[in-house]
């Protein structure tokens, strides 16, 4: 069965850097597009960044652009996100997602087929 894995995940102080990890197995990665949500408490979950299966890249927050950058490893079957430069207001479950080729312009989660389990974020000194 196709199912995601998150991991890296923790916490770290202001300025810091994470790189979250979102693990497939059970289908081709190329095949499907990969997109970070994350959720804040009290919060919508908000589309942070996508990855389509040609590798073609979107970042969704003005906030996250030059600090976050999504890659992919289709031998590890594996998408990342380098996380620097982060603040407190980064602070939430971050979850991975999948749905097969594209990105949206506007992601919402009812788009996304499959979910990972969520790693929590914390930055905080």
């Known amino acids: 069965q196709l199912q995601l894995v998150e991991s890296g995940g923790g916490l770290v102080q202001p300025g810091g850097s994470l790189r979250l990890s979102c693990a497939a197995s059970?289908?081709?990665?190329?095949?499907?597009?990969i997109i970070w949500f994350r959720q804040a408490p009290g919060k919508e979950r908000e589309g942070v960044s996508c990855?389509?299966?040609?590798?073609?890249?979107?970042y969704y927050p003005a906030s996250v652009k030059g600090r976050f950058t999504i890659s992919r490893n289709s031998a590890e079957k594996t998408v990342y996100l380098q996380m620097n430069s982060l603040q407190p207001e980064d602070t939430a479950i971050f979850y991975c997602?999948?749905?097969?080729?594209?990105?949206?312009?506007?992601?919402?989660?009812?788009?996304?087929?499959?979910w990972g389990q969520g790693t929590q974020v914390t930055v905080s000194s």
């Open positions: 059970g289908f081709t990665l190329d095949d499907y597009a």
């Open positions: 997602a999948a749905r097969q080729h594209y990105c949206s312009a506007y992601p919402s989660p009812g788009e996304y087929d499959y």
């Open positions: 990855i389509g299966s040609s590798h073609d890249t979107t």
